[in-house]
DNA sequence: GTACCGAATATTGTATTCAATCGAGCCGCC
DNA sequence: GGCGGCTCGATTGAATACAATATTCGGTAC
């Protein structure tokens, strides 16, 4: 029994968002229309719905007559997404804690068990916000995790281009079943605080890193 | 010269949009896209794309071979939504007043000025808008502020349409007053007080609104 | 009289086609 | 030799045409 079968253009949706999430179509990248749709079995009418929908979720620009790439964001903007993450996060955690039956702590557990095993960097970022979503999620609040889903694919697809950041995975995940402990004692105000400072960790980190890129670029553009 | 011209595309989604916030198309509501693509002089193609771009905002939502309807919210997620701007919404305003000039106060007073002379309550939810945007729009969080945007907009249509509410504007107006004054003294934590109240009072409000109208309709159906 | 089935119709989903615009490379002119 | 304009190819924007699916209304059997 198929409840809900997916338009097309939804299916398109979600293939897009996997690739440019997992840095497979990294920032700036064009997307050319014919040749996606080509290569995704489609025409380009659904296409061009899916990057519209793209489109308003911020991942994607388009510049009218010169086609679609991946949006880029500044530092300055990745660094806010994360600012947004822990307002959003810690608020919803904070509210989750009182609420997480034996089968939340269970998923979340799992998704962290799932992570140590998988070295698979590439799809790490989707753990990663499985585990955040599995903390939040308990909160009841539906239309706040659809926010914060956007804002995490958003800032994740630069972590996942950050080898650096991925390297500091180990310990992400010490960070995350410290976060469990706190979650199973129903601390919420202890969680919310380490969950603060986990994402301030890794937003810092990765903006170090980026601006280590940068710079790096930049010092090739001018030895050249 | 027209530095950015918009594509069809664009036209029709500020249209809708317009159209929905304002409350001209009511939740619920059917979007045919034939008869719609002829009232705005276009072809189904852009039309569409447009639904989909105002499909990941979260106004509308489409089920497959069914049709588009303006996405209909329960008293619930009304309120969440309102929870979320709360959140957002003090946040911001907390960063904003240490980095307000002049020239933010002078703009947020002008609003507030041009809504105490307007008894106009169909654009009443775009120069609150205006007003709120003008308070946080300072922090400098653009990222931020586009989503609460959507937040907003999402929410204020359920306003527009509640009569009893639009009648406290008056209230409304002495609270944007005050919160004018925390702003010109510098005084964050006490503005976000009463920020995070006002919005509260304004939330419960609509709410209780909602229930009676629908309590009033559930009765007419029992009658019938 | 009611419930179920089926054809007709309306509406959406997708593909194909045509039109408008932009960028690159070339040519002529200064 | 450099610069401006121009033509051509490529790419996107929009419209038309076709296919698939759901709803509705009428009919029939029970």
């Known amino acids: 029994m198929k409840i809900g079968r997916l338009s097309l253009t939804d299916q398109i949706v979600a293939e897009l968002r996997r690739r440019i999430v997992s840095g497979e179509l990294p920032a700036g990248a064009p997307l050319r229309q014919e040749r996606l749709a080509a290569e995704l079995g489609a025409s380009r009418v659904p296409l061009r719905e899916a990057i519209r929908h793209l489109e308003a979720e911020g991942l994607v620009s388009t510049e009218i007559h010169k086609g679609t790439i991946v949006s880029s ?9 994360f600012e947004i993450r822990v307002q959003l996060e810690t608020w919803l955690f904070a509210l989750a804690v009182p609420r997480m039956t034996e089968a939340d702590l269970a998923l ?7 992570a140590s095993a998988s070295g698979d960097p590439s799809n790490w970022g989707a753990l990663n916000w499985r585990f955040h979503a599995a903390l939040c999620a308990p909160s009841g609040r539906d239309q706040a995790m659809k926010l914060l889903r956007g804002v995490h694919d958003n800032a994740m697809r630069y972590v996942n281009l950050q080898l650096a950041v991925a390297m500091d995975v180990e310990r992400e995940l010490v960070d995350h079943r410290q976060l469990l402990a706190f979650a199973r004692l129903g601390d919420a105000a202890g969680g919310a605080a380490l969950l603060r400072q986990h994402i301030e960790t890794v937003a810092s980190n990765l903006v170090a890193s980026i601006d280590g890129e940068r710079r790096e670029l930049d010092a090739r553009a001018g030895a050249a």
């Open 73 to 81: 964001l500044s530092p300055a903007e990745i660094e806010e997404l």
């Open 108 to 114: 979340a557990e799992a998704v962290t068990a799932e």
